[in-house]
């Protein structure tokens, strides 16, 4: 052993800003995450150079999958364009030399918080979600040792008692953003606070979803083809938002997850959510060359 | 804008190295082609000082030892590096975690020969239906013990390595022999 094999040469930073060890970590994470389906692994969560809450779980992943020739996508509620995507976004890019896009079809790995897009991922796709808060546990058991061990036991039956509650006080389930589910029929996972919109589409997905949260330092992931099932009862379908007829008024998209924008009068019009689609929408209407891939829902309708 | 970092030898090594190891996880019996072949790039993508390894091969165990990791007995290990396995009962001796931390169980990586021997048909997360491969040099019975031993969640993952090729079985997968 000589010092040379002790040390590496001088580098001005870490290439994708994270350290080699830091890397190692999530690395052997995400492959325990992978095996055991929608099961929450504890990680230390490096400090990177953003606040805690604003994508730092997302981050880290996708700092540790970088490298130069994955394209780069990042997502906020659907917008590529919105502060916290387009900074993550210059951010990798920064630190990786990783080409960027805003297209779905041409993205390698999409970072995104809080939607997953219109057209659907493919094989060879990575989707990293953003996640703030982890436990679907938790509005039931906010000790997170006792949590840990209903999940252990599989012990759910609080998660449909709260299902049920909601259905007896106001008829109808009033949960509309991470929308509890069951991954490979074991573990009930959030799916990070995704509207009830894309919850199906993360069921025998072609796609590889990693889901981190930065500040709570766990991280869990849904291979491709794994069942995920929403919580439901028997009698009481499972309901998407009522968003299957909406016309998006910028693009005409119809039957797509819309933005709801409040007008004067009282009166709402829609946007389309995934604001990329909406822009090949609009340069398809203008008769221009832009090409939208199949996407889950046609008509407003998931394909079965 | 300022220059980018490029990667160097060692990042761009290990990224492809582990870009391969999470895809063999993720679908299941189609393989990954490795950066290099052998067993040494998973040692250095994935190994430092917080591991616990057993390596059967004592030239790797140096490289593994050079990362950092300790060196310890096949029941502590996190991890396992092993050529060939003496006989399915050298199984029992893998850590497989707990419900508590799943985790904990260990990732196991061996030598084999792929596309030739027993016919196996693997099935579960990251199969599109099932998906059949064939896996030679592993001991007899080892599938057999496998799923005997492991009570999902628990459960060890499994990399079968032949040259630069990888194959990954994750505790969640089942494995038939027809």
């Given at each position: 052993m000589s010092l040379e094999t002790l040390t590496k040469s001088w580098e001005p930073m870490s290439y994708g800003f994270l350290d080699a060890s830091a890397k190692r970590e999530i690395r052997r994470k995400t492959l325990k995450a992978i095996a055991v389906p929608g099961c929450q692994i504890p990680y230390a969560s490096r400090e990177v150079p953003m606040a805690r809450?604003?994508?730092?779980?997302?981050l880290q992943v996708s700092c540790t999958l970088i490298?130069?020739?994955?394209?780069?996508?990042?997502?906020?509620?659907?917008?590529?364009?919105s502060v916290n995507a387009?900074?993550?976004?210059?951010?990798?890019?920064?630190?990786?030399?990783?080409?960027?896009?805003?297209?779905?079809?041409?993205?390698?790995?999409i970072q995104s918080r809080h939607r997953i897009p219109e057209e659907k991922l493919r094989e060879d796709q990575v989707l990293v979600l953003q996640v703030p808060n982890p436990e679907p546990l938790?509005?039931?058991?906010?000790?997170?040792?006792?949590?840990?061990?209903?999940?252990?036991?599989?012990?759910y039956g609080r998660m449909w008692l709260q299902l049920y509650e909601q259905i007896v006080r106001s008829g109808r389930v009033m949960q509309g953003a991470s929308y509890p589910s069951l991954v490979n029929g074991r573990f009930?996972?959030?799916p990070s606070p995704i509207p009830r919109w894309d919850v199906p589409k993360m069921d025998m997905?072609?796609?590889?979803t990693i889901l981190s949260a930065g500040r709570e330092k766990r991280l869990h992931a849904v291979p491709p083809y794994t069942r995920v099932e929403p919580l439901v009862f028997d009698d009481v379908p499972f309901r998407?938002?009522?968003?299957g007829r909406l016309v998006c008024t910028r693009s005409g998209?119809?039957?797509f997850f819309m933005n709801e924008i409040p007008q004067e009068d009282g009166t709402s019009s829609f946007e389309v959510s995934d604001s990329e689609l909406g822009v090949k929408t609009i340069h398809r209407r203008d008769g221009d060359a832009a090409r939208i891939g199949e996407t889950w829902y046609t008509d407003g309708e998931m394909a079965q | 804008m300022t220059a980018h970092p490029a990667p160097s030898e060692f990042e761009a090594r290990t990224n492809a190295t582990f870009e391969a190891l999470m895809w063999a996880l993720s679908r299941p019996g189609l393989t990954r082609d490795l950066p290099a072949p052998g067993q040494a790039g998973i040692v250095e993508a994935l190994l430092d000082r917080e591991c616990n390894v057993h390596c059967a091969d004592p030239d790797l165990a140096r490289i593994a030892a050079a990362t950092g990791a300790a060196l310890v007995t096949q029941e502590q290990a996190d991890h396992l590096f092993l050529d060939m396995l003496p006989g399915a009962d050298a199984l029992r001796q893998i850590a497989l975690g707990s419900d508590l931390y799943p985790e904990t169980g260990a990732t196991l990586v061996c030598n084999a020969r792929l596309g030739q021997g027993a016919a196996l048909r693997i099935s579960g997360p990251g199969c599109n239906g099932a998906v059949d491969v064939k896996v030679a040099g592993l001991p007899d019975g080892f599938w057999q013990m496998r799923a005997r031993l492991m009570r999902y969640p628990m459960g060890f993952e499994l990399f079968l390595v032949a040259g630069a090729q990888v194959l990954g079985v994750p505790r969640s997968s089942q494995v038939e022999v027809i």
């Open positions: 809450g604003w994508g730092t779980g997302g490298n130069p020739d994955m394209r780069v996508k990042v997502i906020d509620q659907g917008a590529d364009d387009a900074s993550i976004r210059k951010f990798l890019a920064r630190v990786s030399g990783a080409p960027v896009t805003m297209d779905t079809l041409e993205a390698d790995l938790r509005p039931v058991q906010p000790n997170m040792s006792i949590a840990r061990q209903m999940h252990a036991d599989a012990d009930v996972m959030t997905a072609a796609h590889l998407v938002e009522d968003h998209a119809r039957g | -």
